[in-house]
């Protein structure tokens, strides 16, 4: 089994309503990038965690990549390491808490790992790259010139 190594990372950014930006990067073994994305995450109703649509968003790119063997780094996300065993209840919140539960049975083999500041560097700067630019994009094989250094 060949686990593909995803870098993530989100920003929220208040301007009169909450704005998040995910960025994931799915790369192989060598380091070289295979897919990116820098999109504004789906604003949930009211109440919401804006990482709940994060996660949403993160877990639906890694599956139309076709990514199905993959360890995910980056910040704690409690949702989806307990996801196995959310108590759902009722709840709007809830409704999109199965969501997230639904696409993590998609996947063969997932794992999720808690990345230093310092190890996702390129999935950081993806993000502030493209929350400054107001940015939405996929890129293939490639990140944007401006974060080259990173990697």
């Not at 309503?17 to 009211?46: G, R, Y």
């Not at 990482?51 to 639906?60: E, H, K, T, V």
């Not at 199905?68 to 704690?76: A, N, R």
């Not at 996929?138 to 974060?147: C, D, G, M, N």
Request: negative net charge; aromatic residues 6%.
């Amino acid at each position: 089994m060949n686990t593909i190594p995803i870098s993530c990372a989100a920003s929220a950014e208040d301007n009169g309503s909450t704005t998040t930006t995910a960025s994931p990067i799915a790369a192989d073994n060598s380091s070289s990038v295979l897919a990116a994305m820098c999109h504004k995450v789906q604003l949930l109703p009211c109440g919401i965690h804006p990482r709940i649509g994060a996660c949403i968003q993160l877990l639906q790119f890694v599956l139309d990549m076709g990514f199905f063997d993959i360890e995910l780094e980056g910040p704690e996300i409690a949702m989806l390491k307990n996801a196995h065993s959310l108590a759902l209840g009722v709840s709007v919140e809830d409704m999109w808490l199965e969501e997230i539960c639904n696409l993590i049975f998609q996947f063969r083999h997932l794992t999720v790992s808690l990345a230093s500041s310092s190890s996702n560097s390129a999935a950081l700067a993806l993000v502030q790259y493209g929350a400054s630019h107001q940015l939405q994009h996929v890129w293939l094989e490639q990140v944007p010139s401006a974060i080259q250094g990173v990697l």
